[in-house]
């Protein structure tokens, strides 16, 4: 493997995922990233070819603003010897720069260097292997070659119709022994090639775009001619829906359809000159195709851009064409302006098309140890967040709600009123109205989002069931308050106590006792753990609900998650992590920010944390994201908020879809037994992020109805196999 192929492997290490060590760690990185990742660009890029022989390629992706060439060597290739400007063949290696009065060329494997001098009075018009294409003061063309002695052999090219006027169009393709010429004659524009090695003019199609050729053939648009049929003779219409792109042996290569189908994705598409016979090349390719100066083209194809590569297209001895993957192009990074963690998902914020450049987030699914496991989905398009607060240190104002959607404030430019919204889908989204301006998210879990409006005393819930428009359900006057499943707390009536309010029965269902010396301005809630401040200068603590134990934990605008809670220090720029879970706060720098960042930073402007069971990511210097572990043991797995209700009765059109929001990740079997307790259906499937959801039609695994109530369990397993299965059941009602 060379040495430019090793080291785009490393790169592209994964399918999205950048290897530590290709990328490079991110400045000041105290505790080493599993991952880095990056926003890519939603459009693979396009590639364009400078040169591409018979030992390998150079190209340049055309979106950058300063393009930096690469040069890739094939694998496995053994580099083709070298026999001089006499041996034409052997300049399907040789790369040519044009210089004032010169054309040096070099053949790459070699390193052996020739040099064509351009004559007085003859102009450069192309170079192809050993041979320079010019045209003189009359019009007409020669072709030049370097002789061994060092001078320049000069050799008109004959046989052009009586008559032609060249049109200037020259074009270079799959071959060093040809090269075509566009000519206008009685008003008709042709393109016909020149034989390179004694200069005749040979056949000639109508027209002069869409051309492609090799030594055995000549296509211009939807004609084709054999390359050594003899001069006036009469090519063939060829039918296909796409550009000709190139010549291949006996086969033409067919892409860049302009509109398909919905649901088709691009083709290479190959047709044969010689049978007519039709088959795919390569699927979701599109852009880029160049010949090859040894007959062969290089195309582009993959699924996304971040699995896009270069394949090489060569002949075979049936008369067909087969691929080879050459090459991996890194997909173009995006700017990321917001981030957030969920059950597993990194959600990140940014423009990701160029030509429609509206913010969307797209998220990244990662396995138990915090690895990109798959490339980047679009999850929300249009996300147009309420301006950021001056001072304000979480922003852009987003809320991952653990159960695969999001929820981020947007205003209403005409009335300047603010909504909470949460996308339901890519192009769709449900909102309520606050009444509302310039406030904050508090935080939120699955259907429940807090908002404190930025009038005095504002503070609202918003319930976002899934699938439904959203609708403000509680509003009361702003106190310290935090969401953590259907429980909203809130300080309660004595010093140091916590309220839990229950938002589905309306009613307080708990209170705890902190220990907080204060009525906390601050309240953070994640599983067992409730997170209390006094202020920014303190004391803060966190209460352990399961042993019934107050931690004392430093002070400091902080984000809480599962036995930990991470803050970042504004003056030196470290990001801390306090692992509480064991009853004692200790304290560690997991890494240290760039000093300068977009937003005033924190909680998810350049670093956010997984609430529910992850770890933590933030912004590197070069805009990618990293992706560390906590290494703080997660809670043992709970349900938070279900919705098991049966409705009108599971059928096929109406089913059943319960669905359970959970702590963290689990991998989940649900069951359903008639009441004599035979298994009637069994269910299976992963959570999206920490959220269940299921669909029964009612059907029994051998495809019966039967109306009855049946008993559902549900056993969820934690994906990070930590703490034991969770057991949930209830009935549901086939009518």
Not at 457 to 467: E, H, I, L, N
């Amino acid at each position: 493997m060379t040495r430019t192929r090793r080291l785009a492997a490393l790169a592209l290490g994964g399918a999205v995922a950048l290897s530590f060590a290709a990328a490079g760690p991110p400045a000041h990185a105290v505790d080493t990233p599993v991952a880095v990742t990056q926003l890519n660009m939603s459009r693979p890029a396009q590639v364009q070819y400078l040169w591409a022989g018979a030992s390998g390629f150079r190209y340049q992706l055309s979106e950058q603003l300063s393009p930096q060439p690469v040069w890739v060597d094939y694998d496995g290739v053994t580099p083709p010897a070298h026999a001089g400007p006499d041996e034409l063949a052997t300049g399907d290696d040789v790369v040519t720069t044009k210089d004032a009065g010169t054309v040096s060329q070099q053949h790459r494997s070699t390193g052996v260097t020739a040099t064509v001098s351009l004559p007085e009075g003859q102009t450069y018009q192309a170079a192809v292997g050993w041979s320079v294409l010019t045209r003189d003061a009359a019009g007409a063309l020669h072709i030049l070659r370097a002789t061994a002695d060092g001078t320049t052999r000069d050799l008109p090219v004959t046989g052009l119709p009586s008559g032609a006027e060249l049109t200037g169009t020259v074009v270079v393709g799959g071959s060093v022994r040809r090269i075509a010429v566009a000519y206008r004659l009685d008003g008709t524009v042709r393109t016909g090639l020149v034989d390179l090695a004694d200069g005749a003019f040979g056949v000639s199609v109508p027209g002069s775009t869409t051309v492609a050729f090799n030594d055995r053939w000549l296509v211009v648009a939807n004609k084709a001619v054999r390359a050594d049929a003899a001069p006036g003779t009469e090519p063939t219409t060829v039918s296909f829906v796409g550009d000709a792109l190139a010549v291949v042996g006996d086969t033409l290569l067919i892409g860049n359809v302009g509109l398909l189908p919905l649901g088709q994705h691009p083709e290479l598409e190959a047709l044969s000159l010689a049978t007519g016979e039709r088959r795919t090349v390569l699927t979701d390719s599109y852009g880029a195709i160049g010949p090859t100066l040894d007959g062969g083209a290089l195309a582009t194809a993959g699924p996304h851009s971040a699995d896009w590569h270069i394949h090489r297209v060569t002949a075979t001895a049936d008369g067909g064409v087969t691929t080879t993957e050459m090459w991996t192009v890194p997909p173009r990074r995006a700017s990321i302006d917001g981030l957030m963690l969920s059950g597993g998902s990194l959600l990140m914020r940014g423009h990701t098309t160029s030509f429609n450049p509206v913010d969307e987030v797209n998220a990244v699914p990662l396995d138990p140890a915090g690895k990109p496991l798959g490339p980047q989905k679009p999850l929300a398009s249009v996300v147009d967040v309420s301006p950021c607060i001056g001072g304000d240190a979480a922003c852009p104002q987003l809320e991952a709600l653990g159960d695969g959607r999001f929820a981020y404030l947007s205003t209403d430019r005409a009335s300047g009123v603010e909504s909470v919204s949460v996308g339901i889908s890519f192009t769709s989204r449900a909102t309520a109205a606050t009444g509302d301006s310039k406030g904050r998210i508090g935080t939120g879990t699955g259907r429940y989002v807090l908002y404190n409006g930025g009038s005095a005393g504002v503070q609202k819930v918003a319930d976002f069931p899934r699938g439904t428009e959203g609708e403000i359900v509680l509003s009361r006057t702003r106190t310290a308050a935090a969401i953590w499943g259907q429980r909203l707390w809130t300080p309660g009536s004595t010093q140091g106590t916590v309220v839990a309010y229950d938002l589905k029965s309306k009613k307080n269902v708990a209170t705890v006792a902190t220990g907080a010396p204060c009525t906390p301005s601050e309240l953070q809630a994640v599983n067992t753990w409730l997170y209390w401040t006094c202020g920014s200068s303190g004391p803060a603590g966190v209460y352990d609900r399961a042993a019934g134990r107050a931690i004392t934990v430093p002070a400091g605008q902080a984000r809480l998650a599962d036995g930990y809670l991470v803050r970042e220090d504004r003056t030196t720029h470290e990001l801390l992590l306090t692992d509480f879970h064991t009853g004692t706060a200790t304290t560690r720098t997991v890494a240290v920010l760039p000093a300068t960042d977009k937003d005033t930073g924190g909680n998810t402007g350049r670093w956010t944390v997984d609430r529910f069971g992850g770890g933590i990511a933030y912004l590197t210097e070069q805009r990618q994201v990293a992706l560390l572990t906590a290494g703080v043991p997660t809670s043992p797995l709970a349900q938070l908020e279900a919705r098991t209700d049966g409705g009108p009765g599971a059928t096929s059109a109406e089913p059943w879809q319960p669905s359970w929001q959970l702590s963290k990740p689990a991998t989940w079997t649900l069951t359903l037994s008639t009441e004599n307790g035979t298994v009637a259906r069994t269910l299976t499937g992963v959570s999206t992020d920490a959220a269940v959801r299921a669909s029964w039609n009612g059907l029994t695994s051998d495809g019966h109805w039967v109306r009855g109530t049946y008993t559902w369990k549900l056993t969820a397993k934690p994906r990070d196999g930590q703490g034991p299965d969770l057991i949930l059941t209830g009935t549901t009602s086939v009518n």
